[in-house]
């Protein structure tokens, strides 16, 4: 008895409409995510074409015509009216500048750096490192983190880094904490540090940034999502408190304590002795033998109290200070000489003050400093 087979006829149709499929599932596997290829477009249109583009532009060396001339430098037209700053800066793809003037280098610092939550292509990097065997050293060493970071994945890497080396002779020998924080080295060395950030910002600052964050090299330990934290309050110039973590040689227990002094309210009694004072002398806080009874931010935290509470200053430190581009883009700079008896990010908060710029502080949000 014969078999009936029973033959199939496939209909065209069936056979387009598979093929559909199985491409549609190829793109889906194999193609890159709406965020990647979003940061990737964002990477490309940040690329500089020219040696004279911005220095927050990474470069990229174009290739030659086929007459073996390259392209001639472009006229660029930057519209610093459409440039936002917010109160949401991720979901407006705003630029950060993130400086640091660095004398060591502390691998606790660049891991925290790259544990920032802010998108990193969107972020650049500047460092300025002083002349000398330890500014050797930590060059050497920053520099091997960058190759490992720049080389390593696509999420990490930043849009662009740009170290500077200072053209002038540091004023103390030691960085030792002990020796740079006495007061008669205070002001040459605030001057010192002022020309400092002063060189690093006018050199780095690009027309595309939006904000800049001045962290300190031995600030170790921040929240991952610092930018947007401070950004969120949308000020001008904000700054958090700095604390050190030590161990208390009593309980044998890890502890918190002040560390910045910098960021202050201004007092009658200040001001009083900046008015006896001559021209060039300098008021420094936080010394036993300058009594300003200042409100310090640094004594006015409170344990567990709110993140987002927000007091008016008149003086900030350096430690981790987020400033509008357009602060800095206004005037507002570091004064390497006496400003009403102000140096460096004191001074720059003075500054600021008489461009109408007024200064936060946030007294109950943390930043953490190296412990020597």
Same mark, same amino acid.
């Given at each position: 008895?014969?078999?009936? =087979?029973?033959?199939?006829?496939?209909?065209?149709?069936?056979?387009?409409?598979?093929?559909?499929?199985c491409?549609?599932?190829?793109?889906?596997?194999?193609?890159?995510s709406?965020?990647?290829?979003?940061?990737?477009?964002?990477?490309? &249109?940040?690329?500089?074409?020219n040696?004279?583009?911005?220095?927050?532009?990474?470069? =990229? %060396?174009?290739?030659?015509?086929?007459n073996?001339?390259?392209?001639?430098?472009?006229?660029?037209?930057?519209?610093?009216?459409?440039?936002?700053?917010?109160?949401?800066?991720?979901?407006?793809?705003?630029?950060?500048?993130?400086?640091?003037?660095?004398?060591?280098?502390?691998?606790?610092?660049?891991?925290?750096?790259?544990?920032?939550?802010?998108?990193?292509?969107?972020?650049?990097?500047?460092?300025?490192?002083?002349?000398n065997k330890?500014?050797?050293?930590?060059?050497?060493?920053?520099?091997? *983190?960058?190759?490992?970071? *720049?080389?390593g994945?696509? &999420?990490?890497?930043?849009?662009?880094?740009?170290?500077?080396?200072?053209?002038?002779?540091?004023?103390?020998?030691s *960085?030792?904490?002990?020796?740079?924080?006495k007061?008669?080295?205070?002001?040459?060395?605030?001057?010192?540090?002022? =020309?400092?950030?002063?060189?690093?910002?006018?050199? $780095?600052?690009?027309?595309? $940034?939006?904000?800049v964050l001045?962290?300190?090299?031995?600030i170790?330990?921040?929240?991952?999502?610092?930018?947007?934290?401070?950004?969120?309050?949308?000020?001008?110039?904000?700054?958090?408190?700095?604390?050190?973590?030590?161990?208390?040689? %009593? $309980?044998?227990?890890?502890?918190?304590?002040?560390?910045?002094?910098?960021?202050? *309210?201004?007092?009658?009694?200040?001001?009083?002795?900046g008015?006896?004072?001559?021209?060039d002398?300098?008021?420094?806080?936080?010394?036993?033998?300058?009594?300003?009874?200042?409100t310090?931010?640094?004594?006015?935290?409170e344990?567990? /109290?709110?993140?987002? =509470?927000?007091?008016?200053?008149?003086?900030?430190?350096g430690?981790?200070?987020l400033?509008?581009?357009?602060?800095?883009?206004?005037?507002?700079?570091?004064?390497p000489?006496?400003?009403?008896?102000?140096?460096?990010?004191? /001074?720059?908060?003075k500054?600021?003050?008489?461009?109408?710029?007024?200064?936060?502080?946030?007294?109950?949000?943390?930043?953490?400093h190296?412990n020597?």
């Amino acid at each position: 008895m014969a078999i009936v =087979r029973s033959m199939r006829r496939w209909n065209p149709l069936t056979l387009i409409l598979g093929a559909v499929v199985c491409f549609g599932l190829f793109l889906f596997i194999f193609s890159p995510s709406k965020a990647a290829s979003a940061a990737a477009r964002l990477r490309q &249109k940040a690329v500089a074409s020219n040696p004279l583009s911005p220095p927050t532009s990474p470069f =990229r %060396k174009p290739s030659a015509k086929s007459n073996g001339q390259r392209t001639p430098p472009p006229v660029v037209h930057y519209h610093l009216n459409n440039l936002a700053t917010s109160s949401t800066p991720i979901e407006n793809q705003e630029t950060v500048l993130i400086l640091t003037p660095l004398a060591r280098f502390y691998q606790e610092y660049w891991d925290n750096l790259l544990k920032l939550s802010y998108p990193h292509e969107l972020i650049s990097l500047g460092f300025i490192i002083p002349k000398n065997k330890e500014g050797n050293a930590a060059t050497i060493a920053l520099q091997a *983190q960058i190759t490992k970071t *720049q080389s390593g994945a696509e &999420k990490q890497r930043f849009a662009s880094i740009t170290i500077l080396r200072q053209d002038f002779d540091p004023p103390l020998v030691s *960085q030792n904490e002990a020796e740079r924080h006495k007061l008669q080295a205070q002001k040459e060395r605030r001057a010192a540090m002022s =020309r400092a950030r002063n060189s690093l910002l006018f050199t $780095t600052l690009g027309p595309a $940034t939006a904000w800049v964050l001045w962290l300190d090299a031995d600030i170790v330990e921040t929240p991952a999502s610092l930018v947007q934290d401070l950004a969120s309050h949308d000020k001008s110039i904000i700054v958090p408190n700095c604390f050190q973590r030590y161990r208390d040689a %009593k $309980t044998g227990l890890m502890a918190s304590r002040p560390y910045d002094f910098n960021s202050w *309210q201004d007092s009658e009694t200040a001001q009083a002795l900046g008015r006896k004072m001559g021209r060039d002398e300098v008021i420094f806080e936080g010394y036993s033998e300058m009594p300003t009874y200042r409100t310090l931010m640094a004594m006015v935290a409170e344990k567990d /109290g709110d993140k987002r =509470r927000e007091i008016p200053l008149d003086g900030v430190g350096g430690t981790a200070l987020l400033v509008k581009a357009e602060v800095h883009r206004d005037g507002a700079m570091f004064p390497p000489f006496p400003f009403y008896h102000l140096l460096e990010t004191e /001074g720059f908060a003075k500054m600021a003050r008489r461009l109408n710029y007024q200064a936060w502080g946030l007294p109950n949000y943390l930043v953490y400093h190296y412990n020597e």
